[in-house]
């Protein structure tokens, strides 16, 4: 059955990885804010997809609680009427327009509109409102203060425009209060409209007229007080010389400040080129002006250059040496004379800017005397003049404010017209009919069910905490995906144990060969993907065993281990596939293998290898080492001495050896087993996985030393790789 007679002797062909591949929580890459945002959103997007039907219902659960409620309370009377607060028609303009230019007004604002949002706070306003509850409580005393809150206001829009229509409504369970409410509202307005806003304007209107007078003959007096100085003595302008003068100093400032940055910037060039032709950096001060000494620059570097070269090579007495010494001297005595010629050249300009400089500070301190000379009276004309000018702009806008308020106090003088009267909706029998849901109730009754529908996803999302996506598996854990398996009910069910081993397994591998020569099913590519990505991981070193685990039961791993061990297999890898699960082994099950000696039957008794493993086909290099009978205490087996020797012979007579192992959270089997191969494949169960469970399966490996591959994502639904298999039918 199997080439080999014996696996006594280990060869030093396996070997541990190295620690440089170890498990840890890998460091993170670092990301931009941007990104992490965009991440996020991704996320609730993604969950808001999964949880779209608990979304929905319970938005619809939600709102159709709030509409029962609605429809099943008191029935409530809504009532209204409107108001025409501004004139309609152009021939009320006109008059207005009249009325302006009867009264002297030389630029009526007769078009400008109300503000309805301030003219709305005023009409609930406490001083408004007041008087209007004392008599309604004359009727209903269960009126409160917040009586104004429940009074409804709003400007009547028609498109994108607003009309000059104000409506006004009121709800309660009475529809005699409501009626009631309405006719006292709809009478307080109109007489707001008819007196007291008029009696508003003209308070305004006397008191500006008031000040007119006064602020006139303070305009006068200046007037006189500045002509009497300018004749007395002979001044035309004084703020023109002064402003003259002033400006004048700014820029002997301006000039001074340009000369000391410049002084400044010279001092400081200066004396760097001292420094550097002290110590003897000709080359450095050349390089202060590339244009004029680039060739002796370039000279210099060659021949530095090539006395390097040729000092590795010759003596210092050597006459090749001597000549490049004679050279460097050369260049150095140029370049020191050069460089002093750019020092004088540096000195000369510091000492121009010195002199300039003198001459700024005189000619400035020369204009500042003449600035404070100025006669007392320039500055007493001055404040004259500014005094006149406040007085005059202020004289204006109280002209200009009185005109005003009598164009309002004109358009006033037309008051709101009720062009629709307070009433009740009622039926043809007279009765009052009950408010309806209006638009805004019902956005909402959506709103509110949305955000339950919402809230309700968030805590099923909260509780059901597994992993969802490769990439949540990927950020969660800071390992590599290196495998994506797609969900699919077609994987091979275990076949009946009836009937002659050979001829089962040769019929599973036909219809696996078979498949594989197709290349159409995403399973197998998802495998070829997996071992792919495993043998790429350590491309410098070649991995003889791993282990296959999961963090909790019913994720897939057995599947896995079957499927990876046959695709190695597949492309010519001798494989050994050891079901180490002592506890509650499926690989015989997986393949319909007999299970009667196996790994725990060697562990325990003195049974061949040979007797044990099991080749799947006589063609095929895939082997399999069943668990065998399950003992009492598997751990002390996993864990002996025997059981290291045998992991060695293994990694010395297979290409590679893939264990099987039991769940690693609340077990140690998995945990001894990685520590001791090259290192350990997770697979992760998609919408199985709790994310608590597998942190914790990778602090034991972490504990335990072992190396983590990377993670495999199984059963992520709708995942279709690309499909080859057209083009190699082509």
Do not use: C
């Not at 009626?179 to 007196?195: G, H, M, T």
């Not at 950096?281 to 244009?291: D, G, H, M, R, T």
């Not at 061949?608 to 009978?629: C, H, K, M, Q, Y």
């Amino acid at each position: 059955m199997y080439p080999n007679p014996k696996f006594q002797q280990i060869s030093p062909k396996g070997g541990k990885l190295s620690q440089s591949f170890n498990q840890g929580y890998a460091n993170p890459v670092e990301t931009s804010d941007e990104e992490k945002v965009l991440k996020e959103i991704k996320k609730l997007f993604a969950a808001g997809q999964r949880r779209a039907i608990v979304i929905i219902a319970g938005a619809i659960a939600a709102s159709s609680g709030m509409v029962f409620f609605l429809s099943t309370r008191p029935p409530i009377y809504q009532g209204k009427f409107q108001l025409l607060v501004e004139p309609v028609t152009t021939a009320e303009n006109k008059l207005l327009s009249v009325v302006s230019q009867t009264l002297g007004i030389t630029n009526p604002k007769t078009n400008e509109s109300l503000d309805y949002e301030s003219q709305i706070r005023v009409l609930k306003s406490p001083q408004l409102m007041r008087p209007i509850i004392d008599n309604i409580k004359t009727k209903y005393p269960d009126v409160n203060k917040n009586f104004a809150e429940d009074i409804k206001i709003e400007r009547i829009m028609k498109e994108d425009e607003g009309t000059k229509i104000l409506e006004i409504s009121y709800s309660d369970k009475n529809p005699e209060k409501v009626q009631f409410v309405l006719d006292e509202i709809s009478k307080a307005y109109l007489k707001y409209s008819r007196e007291d806003r008029h009696s508003y304007l003209s308070q305004g209107l006397g008191f500006i007229e008031n000040q007119i007078p006064q602020m006139q003959q303070q305009v006068d007096t200046l007037g006189k007080r500045l002509q009497a100085l300018r004749q007395q003595y002979n001044l035309v302008d004084p703020a023109i010389q002064d402003r003259y003068l002033s400006e004048q100093a700014n820029a002997i400032v301006q000039d001074r400040v340009d000369v000391q940055m410049k002084l400044a910037q010279s001092r400081s060039v200066y004396t760097m080129l001292q420094k550097l032709y002290s110590e003897g950096n000709y080359a450095a001060i050349l390089s202060q002006n590339n244009e004029a000494y680039n060739k002796l620059i370039a000279q210099i570097h060659e021949l530095d250059r090539e006395i390097e070269a040729t000092s590795a090579r010759f003596r210092e007495e050597s006459k090749t040496m001597r000549v490049l010494r004679e050279q460097e001297r050369e260049l150095r005595e140029r370049s020191q004379k050069e460089a002093l010629n750019i020092l004088q050249k540096a000195k000369s300009e510091v000492e121009a800017l010195e002199t300039r400089q003198q001459i700024v500070v005189d000619t400035e301190n020369r204009l500042r005397q003449r600035v404070s000379q100025l006669p007392e009276i320039t500055r007493e004309a001055t404040q004259l003049e500014a005094k006149l000018q406040v007085s005059n702009q202020t004289l204006n806008q109280l002209l200009a404010k009185r005109d005003q308020l009598r164009i309002e106090a004109a358009q006033q003088e037309i008051p709101w017209q009720l062009i629709a009267p307070p009433e009740i909706p009622r039926d043809e029998k007279g009765k009052p009919i009950k408010a309806k849901l209006n638009k805004k109730h019902l956005a909402l009754i959506v709103v509110v069910g949305l955000v339950f529908g919402l809230m309700l996803a968030f805590v099923i999302e909260v509780i059901n905490n597994v992993f969802h996506t490769p990439d949540e598996v990927e950020e969660e854990t800071k390992l590599p995906v290196i495998g994506i398996i797609p969900f699919t009910r077609k994987v091979r069910k275990p076949i009946n144990k009836t009937g002659r081993f050979a001829f089962l397994t040769a019929a599973i591998n036909r219809v696996w060969r078979k498949k594989e020569r197709q290349g159409d099913s995403p399973v197998l590519e998802a495998f070829r993907s997996l071992y792919t990505n495993v043998r790429l991981l350590t491309p410098d070193t070649v991995i003889h065993s791993l282990v296959v685990g999961s963090a909790t039961p019913a994720e897939g791993k057995t599947t896995v281990a079957v499927y990876l061990a046959q695709t190695a297999a597949a492309i010519g890898q001798r494989v050994l596939l050891v079901d180490a699960d002592l506890r509650r082994p499926k690989v015989h099950l997986q393949l319909s293998l007999p299970n009667e000696q196996g790994l725990s039957d060697i562990l325990t008794k003195d049974i061949g290898l040979n007797d044990a493993i099991a080749r799947v086909s006589p063609e095929e290099n895939l082997f399999v080492l069943t668990a065998g009978t399950i003992p009492k205490d598997p751990i002390k087996l996993l864990s002996s001495e025997k059981m290291r020797d045998l992991m060695e012979q293994f990694q010395s007579f297979f290409d590679l050896v893939i264990y099987d192992t039991p769940p690693l959270v609340g077990l140690a089997d998995s945990n001894l087993l990685a520590a001791h191969s090259d290192g350990i494949v997770l697979v992760v169960g998609l919408q199985k996985t709790d994310r608590s469970m597998l942190i914790k399966a990778l602090d034991g490996l972490s504990i335990a030393g072992a190396s983590v591959f990377g993670v495999v994502a199984n059963g992520i639904k709708g995942y279709k790789p690309k499909e080859y298999s057209t083009y190699y039918r082509r």
